[in-house]
């Protein structure tokens, strides 16, 4: 939706001359997710995942072998157990089963924090590295491909002026 936004307004100013009232020096595009794959940190965040998604797995895979060990004693010795000993077996079993289950939604949770952690402070380090490529290679803009304006020089902020205008439009009333 903001791809197609700023497109449109990119299309519109440059149809109606208004793009050459402000020339923009130098407009840049990122493929920020493409940067985050590529990138070795990327990579080492994708590894450290992966390390983690290993041990909650074989934490898991503990807990489901005690629930079916329970279940094969329960199947195998059901004719010669109480009545007493078939439920205690029955209710331990279902809660070894709720265990299990209750591990792997906590284990999912685990995994999508890690995977958020490693995300945001990636993200935020190119962030600042494209902030440095804009002022150094006296970028106007850069575009993410994938969401829209990454950054904006000092020159393309027209927020004082907004800000001007809406206090215009605010005193009047």
Known sequence: MKKTLVSGI??????T????????????????????????????AR?????QTELLN??????????????TELDKGSDTMSADERAEKSRLLQKKGRDFQNRQR????????IESD????????????????????????ILD??????????????TPTLVKKADKEYQKH
């Not at 590894?47 to 390390?51: G, I, N, S, T, V």
């Not at 074989?58 to 279940?71: F, G, N, S």
């Open 145 to 158: 491909k994938n969401t829209g304006v990454f950054y904006a020089g000092g020159q393309t902020d027209v």
């Open 58 to 71: 074989a934490e898991l895979k503990v807990l489901l072998a005690e629930a079916e060990k329970l279940r």
């Open 17 to 44: 001359g208004a793009a050459h009232a402000a020339p923009v020096e130098k407009i840049g595009t990122v493929d920020l997710q493409r940067a985050v794959s590529e990138s070795k940190e990327g990579a080492a």
């Open 106 to 113: 906590e284990a999912q949770e685990e995994l999508k924090q």
């Open 10 to 15: 990119l299309a519109a100013l440059l149809a």
């Open 118 to 141: 490693h995300l945001k402070k990636l993200v935020a380090k190119l962030g600042v590295i494209l902030a440095k490529i804009g002022e150094e290679e006296k970028f106007s803009v």
């Open 47 to 51: 590894a450290d995942l992966l390390k």
